[in-house]
């Protein structure tokens, strides 16, 4: 099936995927995968499908999804491998222009060293990279890249790309416990983003079941540091922790909306004051929520923290 859904997205809204990459073809061999191990690994780009018959896919699914009154925010790559492999990757984005509904990407970012998948990715209007590591020996760690990759060019590609593209260029960093959530290596992670400038930075962690048993997330503790290290780089960083719940609702109803909003963020201690007095509450709804081990309280240079509980 090359299109599917519509689906609720938490970063693009109502989502029609098209799975451009048959399954599962990639340049990484990620150990927190959720689609499992890479069947096939490479780096030469192909081509897969027709243009025009991922065009007449998706313009199906378009047409039965507005017929049932379904709204589509975003026409999404998002494949069972890596979409830039696919040789005519900015042929089909032009293809489906006309369609009149923005167009994303999520890419691993791992081929953008090459021109011509930058020229590709120009045509979108959302673009996510992931950025795990800016550390050769973790990156390869935790990507298993290809062997002929070269961290280098990628990370030189993505500088390239975020200075020439003028959609919404956004990354994604996958936090593995014991491969890559130490102090300094989230520090220089954090420190390219700087560079890169992305609208948002998305900070994951694994949850589902990954293709290496061994893999898990780290504690909130250092996901709130991480949190909080890249924010004082980045404008705007955001989880993205699988909780999709009622992320977003604000109900009026104060123990689901602290959860819905520590989902997406952690909350300093001032902000959930405010908050608490917003809602004419006080802190018993808070207190409870941590004792049942819903939220934990955790700090970060010296100030207190409101995350939600993710294991
Ligand atoms: S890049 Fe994506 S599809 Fe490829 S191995 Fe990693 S998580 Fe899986």
């Known amino acids: 099936m090359i299109a599917f859904g519509p689906v609720p997205s938490r970063r ?3 989502s029609l995927g098209i799975n451009n990459i048959p ?3 990639c340049t990484y061999a990620c150990v927190y995968c959720q689609l499992g191990r890479t069947i096939k690994m490479q780096v030469e780009r192909d081509s897969f499908y027709e243009p025009e018959e991922i065009l007449q896919n998706v313009r199906d699914k378009v047409e039965k999804a507005r017929e049932a009154g379904e709204t589509i925010d975003y026409l999404t790559f998002v494949p069972d ?3 830039t492999l696919d040789l005519n990757l900015g042929r089909v984005i032009e ?3 006309p369609l009149g509904i923005k167009i994303a990407v999520i890419s691993n ?3 953008i060293g090459r021109e011509d998948v930058r020229e590709d990715l120009l045509g979108a209007d959302w673009v996510s990279l992931k950025m795990d590591s800016t550390r050769r020996e973790i990156w390869r760690k935790i990507d298993r890249p290809y062997g002929t990759l070269r961290l280098a060019s990628i990370l030189d590609g993505a500088l390239k790309f975020a200075q020439a593209f003028r959609g919404e260029l956004v990354t994604e960093t996958m936090l593995v416990e014991g491969v890559n959530d130490d102090d300094d290596q989230i520090r220089d992670v954090a420190g390219f983003l700087a560079r890169l400038e992305p609208a948002t930075a998305y900070l994951a962690i694994p949850t589902r079941p990954p293709a290496e048993e061994w893999v898990q997330p780290p504690d909130e503790e250092v996901i709130n540091r991480a949190y909080q290290v890249f924010s004082e780089k980045v404008d705007r960083v955001e989880y993205l922790v699988g909780y999709e719940g009622n992320a977003f609702a604000f109900t009026g109803n104060v123990e689901e909306d602290l959860l819905s909003i520590t989902s997406v963020h952690p909350m300093r201690e001032d902000a959930v004051s405010e908050f608490l007095a917003r809602a004419g509450a006080d802190w018993t709804a808070v207190r409870e929520l941590v ?3 819903r939220l934990v309280e955790t700090e970060y ?5 409101y995350v939600r509980k993710i294991h």
């Open 12 to 14: 693009l809204g109502r």
């Open 81 to 83: 491998g890596e979409p």
């Open 291 to 293: 004792e049942q081990g």
């Open 23 to 25: 399954p599962k073809i």
């Open 301 to 305: 240079a010296r100030r207190r923290f």
């Open 95 to 97: 293809l489906l222009w």
């Open 109 to 111: 970012g791992s081929l």
